[in-house]
């Protein structure tokens, strides 16, 4: 065996996700991802918010900002939004963190916090608007922000499918693919244990959807084309998959050529794998390196082991 190949039998541990970057002001959107936390504009846990902010910015920042722009960053996300120090630093001649950040929330091609997250409100961007109007202001806050508890569920198409188990390429959207495949209860989806063909076990399968907490069954009525490119740790394609516009299924012996084909058992690939979505000229890359192909193990309806939610096209 080659070096750097790995024989497949069985694929294990979910800690990537896949979600939108950031990119400066004016860039065409997409942009890389990482594997820890939400890609902005997640619901902030309860707690209090301790600032030289003022509190209607603080809690802006908590609210919109800090899942990826906090003490510690991820997402992407370039720089820190969490002290006035923060956020008056200058990123370039003219331009601050805090003026850059207003000029994203009101860019409607790529806003902060990027899709599939909801733009700011107007009542967001005045408080931005009017804090560097009035100078950028030193505050004092340590009100508690309040728990938004979990994301309510959604199924933006309003359609859901219903027909149990019957074999098709669009069965079950949202639920882990090769886990039931292979008999298996994953997330308590399958509680009755019925295994579906086993010889359709694909390697990379999973579901695309329109929204990150896009409830199980729910079909993901996408349009036009959502590709997922695999890649492996040697850097070369291992397959690409489009995204079925019904559902949002994809699996590796999906609209590819059929050379794509690759079966859970006997493939041999080059691991770990990172993916990519690719859908209305935007891109969102997955940069922290996976093992297990059975994308929806992870990518849950409030999602699990890192990932923050669904598989979204971007």
Do not use: K
Request: with cysteine.
């Amino acid at each position: 065996m080659r070096a750097g190949a790995v024989a497949i039998v069985l694929l294990v541990g979910c800690q990537g996700v896949i979600e939108p970057g950031h990119q400066p002001p004016g860039s065409a959107g997409g942009g890389d991802a990482t594997g820890s936390g939400v890609g902005g504009g997640g619901g902030a846990s309860g707690g209090p918010v301790a600032s030289d902010l003022p509190c209607d910015v603080a809690l802006l920042l908590a609210r919109q900002c800090t899942s990826c722009h906090g003490t510690t960053l991820s997402g992407g996300a370039p720089f820190a939004m969490v002290s006035r120090a923060d956020l008056v630093r200058e990123v370039a001649p003219g331009s601050t963190v805090a003026s850059r950040s207003l000029a994203r929330m009101q860019l409607a091609s790529a806003p902060m916090p990027p899709s599939p997250f909801p733009p700011p409100v107007a009542a967001d961007v005045a408080v931005l608007e009017q804090w560097l109007a009035n100078g950028a202001p030193v505050g004092e806050c340590t009100q508690a922000l309040p728990d938004a508890g979990p994301a309510p569920l959604t199924c933006q198409s309003q359609s859901t499918w219903t027909q149990g188990n019957l074999a098709s390429d669009d069965m079950n959207p949202g639920w882990a693919c090769q886990a039931c495949h292979r008999g298996q209860n994953v997330h308590g989806q399958n509680p009755a244990l019925d295994a579906a063909d086993a010889e359709r076990a694909y390697l990379f399968m999973g579901t695309v959807f329109r929204g990150v907490n896009e409830r199980d069954l729910c079909n993901a009525g996408l349009s036009g084309t959502v590709e997922i490119e695999i890649t492996g740790a040697n850097g070369q394609r291992i397959t690409r998959m489009v995204a079925r516009n019904g559902s949002g299924n994809f699996f590796s012996d999906g609209e590819a050529p059929r050379s794509d084909r690759l079966l859970l058992l006997g493939a041999t690939v080059s691991l770990p794998y990172t993916a990519t979505v690719r859908a209305n000229g935007r891109v969102v890359q997955m940069r922290t390196p996976q093992m297990n192909g059975d994308c929806n193990a992870c990518h849950t309806e409030r999602g699990f082991d890192s990932a923050p939610g669904r598989v979204v096209a971007p």
